[in-house]
């Protein structure tokens, strides 16, 4: 996926200025995606086409905790307070009311979330030196943009590429907007 605006350098230096509490925000991250998967079981149980896919998501996004927290522990550190994430506020702001519309967002938005997260983190392992934490950056890379494509697939396999595809450009253009106006901060949004 294509975002409407890039990260500037200048988070990036924000972030390597305060790594511990950029790890503590990426924990944090991890916890809420895999929340966000067990949400749409809650919410769509009726719906096998995706409660496996988001048993499976959230899964994964719970491990992507465990290693960031064993990262944090390393470093003396410990899971840090949850904190108001103005982005994803910003963000479920504009989610449509109306089942089908709903769930048609909230597919999109958690895309362009995997979309804007791979875009960082890519940022952050290209930024790092080599060693442990560049590795797990590059693993992180990775699955991002897997999950990316995942919400995207499944958003057509319900909706079909049409209305998908007006829709996300939709999103994303209003994603661009938000992470253009969002103060520069050492932590994934
Ligand atoms: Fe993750
Ligand atoms: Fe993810």
């Given at each position: 996926m294509?975002?409407?605006?890039l ?9 390597l200025?305060d ?7 990426h924990?944090?991250c ?9 949400a ?5 149980g ?6 496996g ?15 960031v927290v ?6 003396g550190l410990?899971?840090g307070?949850d ?7 910003a ?50 890379v ?7 494509g995942?919400?995207?697939r ?25 992470v253009?106006?969002l ?7």
């Amino acid at each position: 996926m294509e975002l409407s605006v890039l990260t500037s350098p200048a988070w990036t230096e924000v972030v390597l200025g305060d790594f511990d509490r950029f790890l503590q925000d990426h924990a944090a991250c991890e916890r809420k995606a895999s929340a966000t998967g067990l949400a749409f079981v809650n919410r769509y149980g009726d719906q096998p086409w995706l409660v496996g896919p988001m048993i499976a998501f959230a899964q994964e996004e719970l491990e992507h905790f465990g290693q960031v927290v064993a990262l944090l522990e390393k470093r003396g550190l410990s899971v840090g307070p949850d904190q108001k994430d103005p982005y994803v506020g910003a963000l479920r702001a504009v989610l449509r009311t109306g089942k089908e519309a709903h769930l048609l967002d909230r597919l999109l938005v958690a895309a362009v979330v995997e979309a804007r997260g791979c875009e960082r983190f890519a940022l952050v392992r290209d930024a790092l030196p080599g060693g442990e934490l560049k590795t797990f950056y590059e693993d992180i890379v990775r699955s991002e943009a897997r999950h990316a494509g995942l919400f995207q697939r499944l958003a057509r396999h319900r909706f079909g590429r049409e209305l998908v595809d007006e829709r996300l450009s939709e999103l994303i253009a209003i994603e661009g907007e938000i992470v253009a106006h969002l103060e520069l901060r050492p932590s994934l949004h």
